[in-house]
């Protein structure tokens, strides 16, 4: 089953706006991570939040941890054109098997002009 | 530096061929992992490899045989294809431990007729 859920499924913004998504988890985790997919390609990483860190940045990416509600938040600032794609979280276990990542199913960020 | 890649990206088989999906990374990560993308359930792990010779399942594992002779190359293969296996294979490879990225080929489109 899925570890990992996307809110909202689907996201329209214009350029300039800002983006944001959410990610629910549901057991412990060591670390959540971020990754993006642009259409028809790989998997991205964006950026990792380990499970002691409550916020952190990269760029114009801001994510935020809260493990009392085992929630995250990815928020996209002054969005462009090229952010359009889907954004998954990615949350590595609190056990021995702490490399192996379940993803959840995705935001679809839409950025039009 | 290639990096990571997949071949084929695309393929098209019949219902109880062997299909094998190559994946190649060029870094000597320790960790290799196989994913299959479909809609509405993101990425599911079907197995995983922490060195040579060591292999593990993930989530969905039933019907998918994996081997890892050689540190670069973790192959795929369906042994009898069936059409509950098209989807989009997604080859990825991490650094030993659990705080790294995981880096993603670019996929294989498989078909099963």
């Known amino acids: 089953s899925q570890q990992g859920e996307e809110d909202p499924q689907a996201l329209s913004i214009q350029e300039g706006e800002n983006a944001t998504m959410n990610c629910s988890y549901k057991?412990?985790?060591?670390?959540l991570q971020w990754y993006r997919q642009n259409s028809g390609r790989g998997l991205v990483h964006l950026i990792l939040?380990?499970?002691?860190?409550r916020e952190k940045h990269s760029g114009r990416l801001r994510v935020t941890l809260d493990t009392s509600k085992k929630s995250s938040s990815l928020l996209i600032t002054a969005s462009r054109a090229a952010d359009t794609a889907s954004y998954f979280c990615?949350?590595?276990?609190?056990?021995?098997?702490?490399?192996?990542?379940?993803f959840g199913t995705g935001t679809r960020l839409q950025v039009t002009l | 530096d290639a990096g990571i890649t997949q071949s084929p990206r695309y393929k098209i088989t019949e219902t109880g061929r062997q299909v094998t999906l190559m994946c190649h990374q060029t870094?000597?990560?320790?960790?290799m992992f196989w994913y299959r993308q479909d809609l509405g359930h993101g990425l599911r792990l079907i197995y995983y490899?922490?060195?040579?010779?060591?292999?593990d399942k993930g989530e969905v594992p039933d019907g998918y045989v994996v081997s890892r002779s050689k540190t670069e190359n973790f192959p795929l293969t369906l042994e009898s294809a069936t059409r509950s296996q098209t989807s989009v294979y997604f080859c990825a490879s991490q650094l030993a431990g659990a705080s790294n990225e995981q880096f993603f080929g670019p996929g294989t489109r498989l078909t099963v007729l």
């Open positions: 057991t412990s985790i060591n670390n």
């Open positions: 990615a949350t590595a276990g609190n056990t021995g098997t702490a490399s192996k990542l379940t």
């Open positions: 939040i380990r499970s002691n860190e």
């Open positions: 490899s922490a060195a040579a010779d060591i292999t």
């Open positions: 870094w000597s990560h320790s960790y």
